[in-house]
């Protein structure tokens, strides 16, 4: 059956952008349709109205508005002034002014500056992301690319969150694209686990696409090991806690030890403390590991101080050769002859 609007429908009806029916509709949600469709409508209305009409909480017709912003299917009056206020003296002097780079933006065309510090950073307003989204297009890319790799709408948080990973920790666009498919991958798509291995990434520097795809490899590894290990422990967790995942990565990547040999320290550690403890299993493993690197250093230490075997033709120290080689020579050439062994 096909449904169109009836002569009522289209008396009263609205300017409703294609962009929005055919790109949008399938992954915008009900929020953001409403306020859009809110916009549509009254075709110039603030976030209070909207808010009123739809008795719907400031912060997410806020949110919802920043969605639609990045799209360009909407402007605010302010965007609309400042528009034409440019466009007025570009045409007075001749040109265009020169764009600067303010210090908080990152380089739209290069890596973004990182400037992370110990302190957990604090979380950027809608007016301070919408912001960014101007001055920087590669921050716009991101937050409508994330939004289909992870199959859902970002909301506030989640814009939050990217921004964060961009500009604080310093993680350039490839690198986040990176993360947000291994997070899938995991099936964990939630954002405090995606700012959680995005803040670690920047601890530790990991922002090339060489560096993300290495640590990637290792967390999956430690994952498979886990899988073999924790069927041997009886351990029911499908999947390693962060913490788990570094020891295993130590364990396995770094000192190359066999699941054997972790599920040894493993039944040690449950003889010594009468339970699970990685802690422990990771002193048995260092230790181990530390001698075994001591007695390969001391093997290599020996070898070099070995004395170099005498030489036949080298006389000894302080005297004349042991042996005469002509004489071994010429007994050498001559013909072997068998003799019978006496009885005693």
């Given at each position: 059956?096909?449904?169109t ?7 009263s009806?609205v300017?409703v952008p ?5 790109e949008?509709l ?5 929020c ?8 549509c409508?009254?075709n110039g209305t603030?976030e209070d ?9 400031k912060?997410?017709?806020a949110d ?12 605010s009056?302010?965007?609309t002034s400042?528009?034409?206020t440019?466009?007025?003296e ?5 040109g ?8 908080s ?7 973004p500056?990182?400037h992370?510090?110990d302190?957990?950073?604090?979380r950027?307003?809608?007016?301070e992301?919408a912001a960014?989204?101007?001055e ?13 790799k ?11 969150v990217l921004?964060?990973?961009y500009?604080?920790?310093?993680l350039?666009?490839?690198v986040?694209?990176m ?5 899938s991958?995991?099936g ?15 601890i530790?520097e990991i922002?090339t696409?060489?560096?993300a ?10 994952n ?15 999947k390693p806690?962060?913490k788990q995942?570094?020891?295993f ?9 066999t ?11 449950c003889e ?10 990771d002193k048995?493993l260092?230790?181990i590991?530390?001698g ?10 020996n070898?070099?101080e070995r ?17 005469d ?16 062994k006496?009885?005693a």
């Amino acid at each position: 059956m096909i449904y169109t609007l009836s002569e009522k429908g289209k008396q009263s009806a609205v300017f409703v952008p294609a962009f929005l029916t055919d790109e949008h509709l399938r992954i915008c949600n009900e929020c953001q349709l409403k306020v859009m469709l809110c916009i549509c409508g009254a075709n110039g209305t603030n976030e209070d109205e909207i808010s009123r009409k739809l008795n719907i909480d400031k912060k997410d017709v806020a949110d919802a508005i920043l969605y639609w912003s990045m799209t360009g299917l909407i402007a605010s009056s302010a965007e609309t002034s400042n528009k034409k206020t440019a466009e007025k003296e570009e045409n007075e002097e001749g040109g265009a002014k020169p764009f600067v780079i303010s210090d908080s933006a990152a380089s739209s065309t290069g890596s973004p500056v990182s400037h992370f510090n110990d302190r957990l950073p604090s979380r950027p307003s809608s007016d301070e992301i919408a912001a960014r989204i101007k001055e920087d297009p590669n921050i716009s890319d991101l937050l409508k690319e994330a939004q289909i790799k992870l199959g859902k709408t970002l909301g506030h948080n989640g814009n939050c969150v990217l921004v964060l990973l961009y500009d604080h920790y310093g993680l350039p666009v490839e690198v986040i694209y990176m993360l947000l498919e291994f997070c899938s991958s995991l099936g964990k798509t939630n954002f405090a686990y995606i700012e959680s291995v995005g803040r670690d990434w920047g601890i530790n520097e990991i922002d090339t696409i060489e560096k993300a795809a290495a640590r990637i490899t290792a967390v999956n590894s430690a994952n498979a090991n886990w899988a073999e290990f924790s069927r041997y422990a009886g351990i029911k967790t499908p999947k390693p806690t962060k913490k788990q995942t570094e020891y295993f990565v130590k364990w396995f990547l770094d000192m190359k030890f066999t699941v054997d040999a972790v599920e040894q320290a493993y039944d040690t550690a449950c003889e010594k403390t009468g339970k699970i403890s990685f802690a422990y299993m990771d002193k048995i493993l260092t230790g181990i590991f530390a001698g075994r690197s001591n007695e390969k250093a001391k093997s290599k230490t020996n070898f070099a101080e070995r004395p170099a075997k005498k030489s036949f033709a080298q006389p000894a120290q302080g005297g004349e050769a042991s042996y005469d080689i002509e004489k071994f020579k010429n007994e050498s050439q001559k013909p072997l002859v068998y003799k019978r062994k006496g009885k005693a």
